[in-house]
């Protein structure tokens, strides 16, 4: 049972634009939250990170937004650049757990 | 200082054998992950060790074991291969486990394709 959801496996953007990446939840006790960005024939690397007590992390070009009552937290990219095309994983754990739970990625393509 | 390192890159084995894959973390770090990427199931979790016991588990088959060493090297075995194996195995590090603000450091991983 997947507990990390991204429901939009690709997303194309135009350079310069908003890239906007969804990521979805079930489990009520998840208060930790992560994303990774994969290129080919790499690991992932961490992204940027957001705990349960906050509803926005900044860091540059990135923004993390929890909303944890609809159980949803979303990435923003602005603006996007063509070196941003990448898969992207949100990842989550809960306090007392020793794993992340990840999602299976979204594809982001930046057009030129 | 030198990151995640697994080796072998690229693997091709035949069904029912077995396979070892190998993780060197970052130096000082303790805590050694395991994953499997397939396509359209994102990273599973394996096991993780921590100072030389294995400190959790996945829901993987017991065909699916590791462990770690006391400089912290850890490795991975799947026994008796199966088609559905074929994944990219990753190797994630970290100090302490994933508390932190930077989660885990991943390696390149270990393609695996089973023929």
């Known amino acids: 049972d997947q507990q990390v959801k991204q429901n939009s496996p690709s997303l194309s953007v135009q350079e310069g634009r908003i890239s906007i990446l969804n990521c979805d939840y079930t489990n009520s006790m998840f208060d930790y939250f992560l994303w990774y960005k994969k290129y080919p024939a790499e690991g992932p690397t961490f992204l940027i990170s957001?705990?349960?007590?906050?509803d926005k992390n900044e860091d540059g070009r990135f923004t993390v937004f929890l909303n944890k009552s609809a159980k949803h937290l979303s990435l923003h990219i602005v603006p996007s650049q063509p070196g941003d095309s990448a898969v992207y994983f949100c990842a989550a754990s809960g306090i007392s757990g020793n794993q992340f739970y990840f999602g299976t990625g979204t594809s982001l393509t930046v057009i030129p | 200082k030198a990151g995640v390192t697994q080796t072998p890159r690229y693997l091709i084995k035949t069904r029912g054998q077995q396979v070892t894959l190998s993780c060197s973390p970052i130096?000082?770090?303790?805590?050694v992950s395991w994953y499997q990427q397939t396509p359209g199931q994102g990273l599973q979790f394996l096991f993780e060790y921590f100072s030389e016991t294995q400190r959790n588990k996945g829901n993987f088959p017991g065909r699916f074991s590791g462990r770690q060493f006391s400089n912290s090297r850890s490795e991975m075995n799947v026994s008796t291969l199966e088609l559905g194996d074929s994944a990219l195995y990753l190797c994630a590090s970290s100090h302490q486990g994933i508390t932190g603000t930077y989660g885990y450091t991943f390696g390149s991983g270990t393609r695996l394709t089973v023929v």
């Open positions: 130096s000082g770090h303790r805590s």
């Open positions: 957001i705990s349960s007590i906050k």
